[in-house]
């Protein structure tokens, strides 16, 4: 389901009048990660919610349905589906090409998690990148479409800058994203989408870039170590971090972090998880 609004209460109205049940599995991760204090906030869309059972990457959201007020029987914490090995590709560990980035962005609005500006300033910085290191190739995943961009000229500019290099590929939107992190070494990421966190618990490289600092204060800045930045220069420092540092280091770090995004949803697999918490309730 994706429909919060009022018609929801209706239709599970109705449909618990019928002995049916509804699950409800949230597909973004979390809105209360832009700040420390996450446990102050809820989400008036999602206030009330009425489903009888609910499922969530993880404890933050969790955290997020209890703060709404969700009126579910049960909460669950099943990880993220496309963490499944349901997913994995034949040949899966073939299939990551060295060098290869996959950059993601959040929607594209003067209002949105990230504004115009922070856009751009995410396409200079993979224009950097690119200049820093001539094996680079960057594979970059819009949220929004690619028309938005080009009325405005100076995001086509840069946009068209980065094609002219032969490093850069737009995919086209609807490309899923597992797919990409499968063949990728190393996912960039805009606050906070919800694929950059799949590849951490995928336990691929993966961080957030925060060049103007908006998220210094954010709940993923304080409790993780190496999975977002605060300026430009710190973004720049993660990425050679990701590129350049022992094995081991990076290991340990993505380990830490995901332990401590997931906790034990690392034990076991989403779906698995959800079909079986489903068949128990019946």
């Known amino acids: 389901m994706h429909n919060f609004g009022l018609s929801h209460f209706v239709r599970n109205y109705f449909l618990n009048n019928t002995e049916s049940k509804v699950f409800l599995y949230k597909h973004s991760f979390s809105e209360n990660v832009f700040s420390q204090n996450y446990k102050l906030y809820c989400h008036s869309i999602f206030t009330y919610n009425c489903h009888d ?9 969790a955290q997020m349905s209890l703060s709404n007020k969700s009126a579910a029987k049960k909460i669950y914490i099943s990880g993220p589906v496309w963490g499944s090995s349901l997913f994995d590709q034949k040949n899966n560990k073939n299939l990551q090409k060295k060098d290869h980035i996959l950059a993601l ?64 590929f737009i ?18 990421s805009m606050p906070f989408t919800t694929p950059c966190f799949e590849a951490l618990y995928l336990k691929k490289k993966s961080f957030f870039i925060d060049i103007s600092g908006n998220y210094s204060k954010s709940l993923i800045s304080v409790k993780t170590n190496n999975f977002i930045s605060c300026n430009y220069k710190s973004s720049i420092n993660l990425f050679d971090f990701y590129q350049n540092n022992s094995d081991r280091n990076i290991k340990n770090t993505i380990i830490k972090n995901s332990n401590y995004v997931f906790g034990k949803t690392m034990n076991h697999d989403p779906i698995n998880y959800i079909m079986k918490k489903i068949n128990e309730t019946e």
């Not at 597992?178 to 960039?188: A, G, N, S, V």
């Open 53 to 61: 059972y609910e499922f969530h990457m993880s404890k933050i959201g």
């Open 171 to 188: 995919v086209k939107k609807n490309t899923m994203a597992r797919k990409l992190i499968d063949e990728t070494e190393m996912t960039i």
């Open 105 to 168: 962005t959040s929607t594209f609005s003067a209002h949105g998690v990230n504004g115009y500006n922070e856009h751009f300033l995410y396409f200079q910085y993979l224009n950097d990148l690119l200049s820093l290191n001539k094996k680079l190739k960057i594979i970059l995943k819009l949220k929004s479409d690619l028309a938005w961009y080009y009325k405005y000229p100076d995001y086509k500019n840069i946009l068209k800058k980065l094609e002219s290099s032969k490093r850069f």
